[in-house]
């Protein structure tokens, strides 16, 4: 049973540029949430998506979009990177209603702004 | 969760012995809590939950304390291994109505266990 995957684990990017990062969720999961953690912090709530929706969004610019496929997989992306957008991206899965409520991380992409 | 600080809290605890990490979380409406541990390169691990109308809850090794009236919370780890070494969170869920993929994560705190 394959847990929270993640894609590319690293990455390295110039000011301005635009990424993509992926994620598949936990077998089973249909909710997927991303996380943002700079070094030395907690990871702070992004978005979350369901049923192809965004459903909830923390306290992000509009910089920060998401994707959720038919497949539940979703896509993380940043446009017009900062320097301050640098850290670990979590994607973490759960299932809308599920009786166990314990969300699952993946290991994250450690973005790099230069 | 925690206060921001400049630095992250730490433990050090010698292996055998048992530890005790701390947590304040913020909202008096949060319902349900985790606690997870991260090791460096990973992300973050389940350990134990617990619910607001509950106090204690127990599992393998670990105990989670939730004292309601000063929000606080505590995780207790019996036996500490060094295979425990981690960073800490502690995770808040704000209230009826919010979906279990949002959480507030507190600072989290380092612990070490020396052989």
């Known amino acids: 049973d394959a847990g929270v995957t993640q894609s590319p684990t690293h990455l390295i990017k110039t000011r301005g540029q635009q990424v993509t990062l992926r994620c598949s969720p936990k077998s089973g999961h249909d909710t997927v949430s991303w996380y943002q953690q700079a070094l030395g912090q907690g990871p702070q709530f992004i978005f979350q998506y369901y049923e192809e929706e965004e459903r909830q969004r923390g306290n992000f610019p509009d910089r920060f979009s998401g994707h959720q496929f038919p497949n539940y997989s979703s896509e993380l992306n940043v446009n017009a990177l900062l320097l301050g957008d640098s850290a670990l991206y979590l994607c973490?899965?759960?299932?809308?209603?599920?009786?166990?409520?314990?969300?699952?991380f993946g290991s994250g992409t450690q973005l790099s702004v230069l | 969760g925690e206060s921001v600080g400049l630095h992250l809290p730490t433990l050090s605890v010698q292996e055998g012995d048992n530890s005790i990490i701390n947590c304040a979380y913020s909202n008096s409406a949060s319902d349900y809590f985790i606690w997870y541990k991260q090791e460096s390169g990973k992300g973050p691990q389940f350990i134990i939950d617990?619910?607001?109308?509950?106090d204690k809850r127990q599992g393998q090794r670990v105990t989670v304390l939730l004292n309601k009236t000063v929000k606080h919370l505590s995780l207790q780890i019996a036996a500490t291994q060094p295979g425990d070494s981690a960073v800490y969170f502690c995770a808040e869920r704000p209230g009826r109505g919010s979906t279990l993929g949002r959480l507030y994560f507190g600072r989290g705190t380092q612990l070490t266990v020396w052989p």
């Open positions: 617990i619910r607001s109308n509950m």
């Open positions: 973490a899965s759960s299932l809308e209603g599920g009786a166990v409520e314990k969300l699952f």
